[in-house]
């Protein structure tokens, strides 16, 4: 297979760096809506009600914490994020490649 055959394209870590920080902030948001009580909740003019808030909390730390432990396993990875070849397409960017 010659060099023209095929081509590689790496994975952006910086861009990995980016979603870690992303999820980082979303977990920080999400710790700060648990620890609000009820009288910090109840005079907010839509969302007044606790149970609510402090659920989008939980999974907000809950859903972020997945992605981030997810991101952090990608920035470590050593293969390639996308190859296109005469076989085909090998994507492996994301959790979803097919």
């Not at 095929?6 to 948001?29: D, H, P, R, S």
């Not at 620890?35 to 659920?55: K, V, Y």
Request: proline share 2%; net charge negative; hydrophobic share 50%.
């Amino acid at each position: 297979m010659n060099a023209k055959d095929y081509m590689v394209i790496e994975q952006n870590k910086t861009e990995v760096v980016l979603f870690i920080v992303g999820a980082c902030a979303f977990i920080a948001l999400g710790a700060w809506m648990l620890q609000l009580d009820s009288a910090e909740i109840e005079p907010l003019r839509r969302f007044n009600n606790p149970l609510l808030i402090h659920g989008i909390g939980i999974v907000s730390i809950a859903f972020s914490g997945l992605c981030g432990v997810f991101w952090v396993r990608k920035l470590f990875d050593k293969g390639t994020g996308l190859v296109l070849d005469s076989v085909g397409i090998q994507d492996k960017s994301s959790s979803f490649s097919v």
